[in-house]
């Protein structure tokens, strides 16, 4: 969680005595809350309006405690509840108007503003939302979900619907859009995920089939850590062969 004090908008200057922070900061505080957040992220949030840090003469971004804070609320008002960012920025002018808001949502009076949440937390794995509810998520258009869909990026269920996990990879992808990646572009990616599960599910596969209830619940956490590291092993390797190409 983010250690900063609780505030509403920022209006791109510190109070005195507060401490500015550099982009790279305020991405090292987010990120225990928000593990996917990207600098890119960021500045693409301060040119739709929602968040305005100060600027050094020489251009760079200075972030106060309510500038985090901020974007922090942005953040968790798409994650928890699906809110396109025209509604969070209208949401928090109010809020900055000293209005009284209630957090809108997406659907109608009386629907509940997160599908996925309002599953019992039991049966978390199995809650779905449907197609507009995952359009307004990722403030997609139907033609880039149909073409997400065709390169199989996104998959969906029986009946149309989306898990927690699709509407993840869907923001990923539409963020990566912004910078001009297209589904095509993005073929490779995938299939490198899929040989690294099926190199994880090699793992894991004899705990599974084991009878003993422990050891089979065993293989699931077993395969949840693998997973991870081989995300964390293929960030590093990334990024070692970006230095590599810029030296």
Same mark, same amino acid.
């Given at each position: 969680?983010?250690?900063? %004090? ?36 960021? $500045?693409?949030?301060? +040119? ?22 901020? &974007? ?26 000293? *209005?009284?808001? +209630?957090? %809108? ?18 049966? +978390? ?6 197609? %507009? *509810?995952?359009? +307004? ?7 880039? &979900? ?34 001009? &990646? ?28 084991? $009878?003993? %209830? ?17 995300? $964390? &092993? ?14």
């Amino acid at each position: 969680m983010l250690r900063t %004090p609780t505030g509403g908008a920022g209006n791109g200057t510190a109070a005195a005595g507060e401490r500015a922070m550099s982009i790279g900061t305020v991405l090292l505080q987010l990120r225990d809350e928000f593990p996917e957040v990207t600098i890119s992220k960021i $500045r693409f949030l301060e +040119a739709e309006g929602l968040i305005d840090p100060q600027r050094t003469p020489s251009g760079y971004r200075k972030f106060s405690p309510a500038d985090v804070e901020r &974007l922090a609320q942005v953040l968790r008002m798409q994650r928890d509840h699906y809110l396109p960012l025209k509604v969070i920025r209208e949401h928090l002018e109010a809020l900055a108007r000293g *209005e009284q808001a +209630a957090l %809108p949502s997406h659907g109608g009076p009386g629907e509940p503003v997160d599908p996925l949440r309002e599953q019992d937390p039991g049966q +978390a794995t199995a809650a779905r939302i449907g197609r %507009p *509810e995952l359009l +307004a998520a990722t403030e997609a258009t139907e033609e880039q &979900l149909d073409e997400w869909e065709a390169y199989g990026l996104i998959v969906p269920a029986s009946g149309g619907s989306y898990d927690a996990e699709a509407v993840n990879v869907a923001r990923l992808v539409a963020d990566l859009g912004r910078f001009g &990646l297209e589904p095509r572009h993005l073929r490779a990616v995938k299939a490198a995920a899929e040989r690294e599960a099926g190199l994880v599910e090699q793992v894991v596969a004899p705990l599974r089939r084991h $009878r003993n %209830p422990q050891t089979r619940a065993h293989a699931e956490a077993t395969a949840k850590e693998l997973a991870e590291l081989s995300v $964390r &092993l293929h960030a590093a390797l990334v990024q070692t062969a970006l230095k590599v190409s810029f030296h």
